[in-house]
């Protein structure tokens, strides 16, 4: 099966950089995605990485190490708004499976 | 407007009635995904389609049935609900293949509850 692990809580500034880890053991490894969730919402989709390196999506960038089974997912010039839950999931199955961590909650102070 | 939409959005029943929960997504995804999720756990996959009769198990298929008969649609069907089976449900959809990025598109979730 599957297992991630990533922290439960983070406290940050605003203004400030937060990185949220997420290490997985897996098998059939497809890819690293990442998903916001605010109190009371759904999820929605912030980044993608299948192969080794650094993705840059505004304030938002993830990273993938597949060779240490290890992502992050870092936030630049916090803001109030971005406090909620960040999810890791990994997909496998060709795709087809997502299994998510059980996230970590952000949250952002004046 | 892009989107999927869950109906119903609330929903109270008692252990062995049997219900259904509609999904339906209108932006022509070929993949659909049922996940529950519960405090403290995440979000767990129930059951996925990669197209129109093609379906298989996530995580967590126990006590759950899908069908796909048309692209758009994607009901979760829960035969005799069990207490056990109460928890916030989101469906979701993506392209297949995605284009690189897989990403995900969740309705608004049902939040059911089962005595």
């Known amino acids: 099966g599957q297992s991630l692990e990533q922290p439960s809580e983070v406290t940050a500034v605003e203004g400030a950089i937060v990185q949220i880890n997420c290490t997985y053991q897996t098998s059939g490894f497809y890819g690293l995605s990442w998903y916001q969730q605010h109190d009371g919402g759904a999820p929605t989709f912030l980044s993608y990485n299948a192969l080794d390196g650094l993705e840059e999506t505004g304030r938002f960038s993830s990273f993938l190490s597949r060779s240490d089974s290890y992502g992050y997912l870092l936030l630049q010039e916090l803001q109030m708004k971005d406090s909620a839950s960040y999810f890791c999931a990994v997909l496998t199955g060709g795709g087809n499976k997502l299994t998510f961590g059980t996230g970590t909650q952000l949250k952002v102070e004046l | 407007e892009a989107q999927v939409t869950q109906n119903p959005r609330y929903l109270i029943t008692v252990t062995g009635k049997k219900l259904t929960v509609t999904c339906s997504q209108n932006m022509n995804h070929e993949y659909m995904s049922w996940y529950r999720q519960d405090p403290g756990l995440g979000l767990r996959q129930i059951y996925y389609s990669m197209n129109v009769e093609v379906t298989d198990k996530g995580d967590v298929p126990e006590g759950y049935k899908v069908s796909r008969k048309e692209k758009r649609n994607f009901p979760l069907i829960l035969e005799s609900p069990s207490p056990n089976q109460t928890s916030l449900y989101f469906c979701?959809?993506?392209?297949?293949?995605?284009?690189?990025?897989?990403?995900?598109?969740f309705g608004p979730g049902t939040r059911l509850t089962v005595t």
């Open positions: 979701a959809s993506s392209l297949f293949p995605s284009g690189g990025t897989h990403e995900q598109y």
